[in-house]
């Protein structure tokens, strides 16, 4: 029995080390990406359910390692959160969304907005206002062409700092997003005290409305209170004919995802929007 005892501890110091090393070799990597510029955006359209033009769209974070392969943001991103990374990742997405955002303008006329997402540990950093200030300047980037993406996470222990974080976005002229809606149990009275733009519904509450009529009254009270509140909505990760139809019949007024497009990278966008002239 000590025997087996003293295995099972050798066993669970291996797996932890093992996982410590893998955690530990992929920030390191991490690190090396986000300074000598390995990292990629791609962008996802989203689209006026109603003219089905393209409205803006989102950029999504993209990483390929020579020795580990394309890494899935739902990998990479919450081991940066740990390692402080976070706040780098998110000021490189913010440079390169702004320069992207003139590249396009200059080069089709096209005037859109690009939401970016910005994690809960990054947004609650003091100085990120200051710092995304010094982005817009030293960019030229418009500030109405830029939005922030927050997970409603980010909300949930809200203050008067996070507030007027908020309110200080708005008066540099940006929008404000609050991502996965309906995910995180937070208490909704927030959502009145703070002055966000766009609500965002989160993928698992589209893809439950086939499964019935309770499913597809949640979608639809949330679009009502959102309206409520001022707020446009948009549904994330539409995939099919049958959710744009009852998205279009609840008064959602955006969609994103698979139906209309996939992230693209910028040459592949760059195709669509000649296509699309
Ligand atoms: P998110 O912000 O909720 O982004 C939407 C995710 O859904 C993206 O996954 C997108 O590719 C995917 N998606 C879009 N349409 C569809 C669809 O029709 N069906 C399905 N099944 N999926 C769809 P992705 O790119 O893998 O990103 C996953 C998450 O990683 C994001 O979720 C976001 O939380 C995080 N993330 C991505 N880029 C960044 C970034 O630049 N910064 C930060 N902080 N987080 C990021
Ligand atoms: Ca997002
Ligand atoms: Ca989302
Ligand atoms: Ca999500």
Redesign the pocket.
Known sequence: AKNKRGNYYQLYKENIQRMDNRALEMETKLYKAIHQDLLELHY?PKIDIKSNKMIGM????RWHDSELGQI???KF?PIAEESGL?CD??EW?LRKASLQIKQWKEQYGLNLRVA????PTHFEEPCFIDRLKSIIEETNVEPKNLEI?ITELSMMHYNNELINKIKKLKDLGLTISI??FGTGYSSLSYLKNFPVDTLKID?SFIVSMIDGDSNIAMVSAIISLAHALKMNVVA????TEYELEILKKHHCEFV????FSK?LCVSDFNRFLEDNR
């Open positions: 996802q989102e950029a999504l974070l899935p943001p739902n991103i976070i990742i998110g997405v970016v997402n910005i994690s993406e991502d996965d993928r994330e990760g539409v995939e994103q995802g698979y139906y992230p």
